[in-house]
Structure formats: structure tokens, C-alpha cells
């Protein structure tokens, strides 16, 4: 593992294309993370290109390999924050991992619902009526929502 020492260095030595490469990372996503202040601005050549050092890269894994665990930007960033060498902090990330790890198992909860529902729906329909009862069956549904409080748009996908 680099030490703190090595992940500080800030020789540029890639542009972007090399450094998305490096850290699979996209290069429209490095500059998002750029702009969502997760990874510093990039220093620029005279040519005015993007240039990165490997304690960038090395950061472009860190945030890819926490994206990948579903941690949202506030929690990556929270985990940016911290020192891997103080104990205090030690702390905060075991803090941040568990309320990560309890919003995965309420999502788990969540899909398996879903999943429960979307079975219940499938029945509906063998395919050899005349009608599709999965989307009769939607329509039932639809019909027999009632209006959400204040009139306001509710649900996850509105």
C-alpha cells in the first residue's frame, strides 16, 4: 500500500485519456468528480491539457471502487476526508460503512418486495387469453391509486 507521503505527490504525469485508462475510470466521469470537488482540479500543461499524477489515479480508484459498492457522493467524499493513519478517523469511516451497509439492507428489503410483486403481476397473464392480464392488471392498479397527500407526485420513479 503507497503511503501517505506517495498519494500527496502531485507530479503530473498523465492526461486525461491515460489516466482514465489507468484508473477506469471515463473521462466525462473524472471531470464530474472534478467538479464535484472529489478530486482536485487538475494542474495543465502549456497546451492547456488536463494533467494527472498517480495520487490522482490512485484517488480515481478509490472513488470507482466505493461507486461500485453503491456509496453515494457524500459518503465517498466523507471517506476521501479522512487520515488512514488517525484512529479517530478509523472511527468515522466505521461510522459511514455501517450506515452504508444499513441503506443496503433496507434497499435488499425494498427489491425483495419488488421482486415479490412483480411475481404476483407475472401470474396475471399466460399469454393465451385474449386480453394481457399483466397490463389490465397494471391498469386495475392505476385506477385504484389514490391521490397523494397535498396533491404532490410521490413514488420513486416520478
Known amino acids: 500500500m503507497p503511503s501517505s507521503a506517495d498519494l500527496r505527490s502531485k507530479t503530473a504525469i498523465w492526461r486525461i485519456g491515460e489516466a482514465a485508462r489507468h484508473s477506469r475510470v471515463s473521462t466525462d466521469t473524472i471531470r464530474y468528480y472534478e467538479r464535484e470537488g472529489l478530486l482536485p482540479r487538475a494542474g495543465r500543461a502549456d497546451n492547456a491539457y488536463r494533467l494527472y499524477s498517480e495520487a490522482d489515479v490512485h484517488r480515481l480508484r478509490f472513488i470507482r471502487l466505493c461507486r461500485a459498492m453503491d456509496m453515494s457522493l457524500p459518503e465517498v ?7 488512514w493513519g488517525r484512529r479517530s478517523d478509523c ?68
Do not use: M, N, S
Not at 92 to 111: G, I, M, N, P, S
Open 77 to 83: 467524499r466523507a471517506l476521501l476526508d479522512l487520515d
Open 91 to 158: 472511527e468515522a469511516a466505521r461510522t459511514t460503512l455501517d450506515a452504508h451497509l444499513q441503506h443496503v439492507r433496507d434497499r435488499l428489503a425494498e427489491l425483495q418486495t419488488l421482486e415479490q410483486d412483480l411475481q404476483a403481476l407475472r401470474y396475471h397473464c399466460d399469454g393465451t387469453g385474449g386480453r394481457c392480464g399483466i397490463i389490465e392488471a397494471l391498469h386495475a392498479r392505476a385506477d385504484a391509486e389514490p391521490v397523494a397527500p397535498g396533491g404532490r407526485a410521490g413514488g420513486r420513479h416520478v
